[in-house]
Each structure stands twice: as C-alpha cells, then as structure tokens.
C-alpha cells in the first residue's frame, strides 16, 4: 500500500502562476522524505489497497475519527460504572428474579386453578353417578312393585251361570257397565278395580338413562336428574294409588260377603267347615315382613292376607245359592208364601217362586253341590233336589227334561235341566226353592243379598 498526496517530481519546473506554491510543495516532499504521516495532504487523504484507490476529504476524516473515540470513551466509562456500581447490578438481577417468582407464582395459580376445576368436575360426576344409581335403583324397585301389582288377581265371587250360547236368551251385562240390582240378577259381577290405568303407567317401560347428550349438557345435568326423579315420582305415586284402590276394593268386597251370612243368618263358620278341600298341600313357609319393609310392601302385605280371605270366602259362598237358576229377563209369576191356589181356588203355601219361562229353556244350578234327587216327584213334577252342604238345598220343578241324575256333583251354573209344565202346572214355568234344614225359605232373600253383593 503506497499513500501519495498531489503530484510531484523529482525536478519541478516553474511556471509563471506557481511561485506561490513552491514552498508548500517542497514542503510537503520534506514531510514525505522525513517519514510524516503519508495520508495528509492538503486535498485530502487517499487510500490504495490492490490497485484500488479510495479518497477522504479531511472533513469525513476527522469525523470518522472523532466518532470512534467517542464510542470507545463511552464504552469505558460505562465499563467503569458497571464495574463500580454493584447495586445496580444487584437491582438488575434482583428484578429479573422477582418476574421469575411472580411468573412461577403465576403458574402455580393457574396449576391450582387447573387442580380446583379438576377436583369440582370429578366431585360433579361423582354426585351425578350417585344420583343415577339411586335412580336407576328406584326404577328396579318400581319395576318389581309394577309386576307385584300386576300379580294381583282381580278375585271375584265364585259363580257365573251366563250360558256359552243362548242368543237372546243371555244376559251378559253390558259392557263396561255395572250390574243393574235386580231380584233375578244373572250372577254376582264385581266392577274391575279401578287401578287399570296404573297398572299400566306402572308397567311402562322405564328406559334407563344414557350418558348426557350435547343437549342435557347444555340444559344441565341437575334438570335431566330432576325430571327422571319426577317421572319416578309420578309412577311411584300412580302405583300407590292403585295399591290403594285394591285394599279398599278388597275390603268392601271382605265386608258385603260376611253380610250376605248375616242377612240370610246362616253360621259362616258351618258353612266353611263344609267346604270340599281340593287337592293342596306342601311345607309350611310362615309369611315374614322384614323389619325395615317400605309402607308399599307393608300395604302389599295387607292385601296379600286380605285377598286369601276373599278367595276363602268365595268357595264359602259357592255353596250358597243366591244366583238366579234362569238366564235372561225372567219376572215372577208366583211369590213366596200364601196365594191362592190355581187348581182349587182355595188359600194354600207356595214354597217357592215361579219363574216365566219357555219350554226347553235350560234351568241352572244356583250353587256347588250335589244331585240327592232326580225323577217325578208328585206336585213337582218332574224335579231335581240339589244338597248344597250344611242344611242347604235347592229344589227345581215342573222340568219337561233332566240332565242329572242322583250323586252326579254340580258346578254353579250346570244345566239340570229345561223348563216345563209337568206336574200341577198351568203353562210352562220353573218352580223354585230353597230350603234350610229341611223347611222352605223365601228364594228372594238369597237373591237379594246377591243383588246386594254384586251392587256393592
């Protein structure tokens, strides 16, 4: 690298206008020779490198120059401050550590945060798993309670004398109505219980419940829970309703029985005692109602003991005849007691009621028994005795036919025989009577107190 300021030769040559000059020059090649500083100069300053030349005014020099120092200046001083002032170093690092304790304060809050919501969401599912097991538990129990009471028989008093087919001849109740009180009602109909429509809301199916949907979530769980436990509610209380409706059906049933003994003063005690037992039998398993048992199994319980007496009272009164022995609308053409006497015109007993009917219209049994006579018998007629147990029997006259005969046994409702005029008779009609020990009683009480029985 060569520095070079103007230009010069070795032997300068004078001109006119250069006298000035001279000195300068001769100067500056003195400085040059003597080793000065090469990039002075008066026009500035050059610099060579590889052939290269580039040149500074000696204004941008010294500016160059003079920035240089002044950052090396600064640099040192602020060296020196750092190095000498330890509190501020201190208070640098001391900052720096207090946002690092408040960032990690920081995130140990939201850590704690995260930790509370956690706990709260696991806490939630916890209680809702609680609430839907003791739901799901309530349903089982519902369910069970459901079929308890659709196992409960609508037990109605034993003995129907509606034929299979007589056309118009049949006195079927209309349907869905109640049995009109009348003397020569065709059986004793008990009013299904009024627990049907519970039965049947208690026997809905009652889905279990599925995991929240989008739409429970949003409505929230407490609502879905709520309105499980209401329907539950409303089934629970539809089935207490209809237990309720039974017991008391089963009670006024218990109570109008034992009324038809008292009305027709007949010992309930005898006539159970008289009761053929069919074939039953197996080991004794006594009845337990457990100690802490809900009011619902208790009722049920009740209705249990209440419902064996019913079933006991209705083989009792099967063998008590209060049942008409015609079918159809059938009115009386002779009564109970003293009348006069159609062939002699004279006061007489009639023993028994007379019930118009056509010839060959088929004469029923009244209740359970057995045939101890069957053929002509005088007055009678034709005649058919039917032993009912305990001093009862019932006797049928004037029969133009007989379908029995002596020892067969008789079901309510059996056809003995058809309607005739045999016998002192004017024109076709059933002779009826019952009798107790022996002597004759007025039919139309034991009619009555079926009518009553069936009305109740």
Known sequence: MSYRSGHYSEYPQHHPHDHGKTAARRQVARQVVAGANPLQALDGYTLTHAGRQVRFGPV??????????????????????????DDVLKGLIARQAEMQYAYEDRIAELRAKVDRTTSRQLLDQEQFDQKLDQIIRRQTTLESRATALGAIPDVQVTGSTRPATRGAATNDPPAGGTPKPSPISNTVIFVAPPDREARLESRAPITAPSPPTQLAKAQGLDNVIVRLQSSLDRVES???????????????????????????????????????????????????????????????????????????????????PYRKPVIGEVEFTSGFGVRIDPFLGRPAMHTGLDFRAATGDPVRATANG??????????????????????????????????????????IGQVLGAVGSTGRSTGPHLHYETRIDGEAVDPQKFLRAGVRLSAG
């Not at 305990?390 to 002596?406: A, C, D, F, P, Q």
Request: zero cysteines.
């Open 60 to 85: 941008v020099f010294w500016i160059v120059v003079g920035t240089v120092t002044i950052l090396g200046m600064w640099s040192a001083a602020t060296a020196t401050y750092f190095a000498f002032r």
């Open 370 to 411: 057995k045939v101890v006579s069957s053929g002509w018998a005088g007055g009678y007629g034709r005649m058919v005795e039917v032993d009912h147990g305990n001093g009862l029997s019932t006797r049928y006259g004037h029969l133009s036919e007989i379908s029995v005969k002596v020892g067969d046994p008789i079901r």
């Open 238 to 320: 539809g089935q207490l309703a209809a237990l309720n409706a039974v017991e008391d059906n089963m009670e006024s049933r218990i109570r109008r029985m034992r009324g038809v003994f008292t009305d027709l003063g007949l010992d309930m005690a005898q006539l159970e005692a008289a009761v053929p037992r069919a074939g039953m039998g197996g080991p004794f398993v006594p009845v337990r109602l457990a100690a802490d048992s809900a009011p619902f199994e208790r009722q049920l319980y009740r209705i249990n003991i209440t419902r064996a007496q019913v079933e006991r009272l209705n083989r009792t009164l099967a063998l008590v």
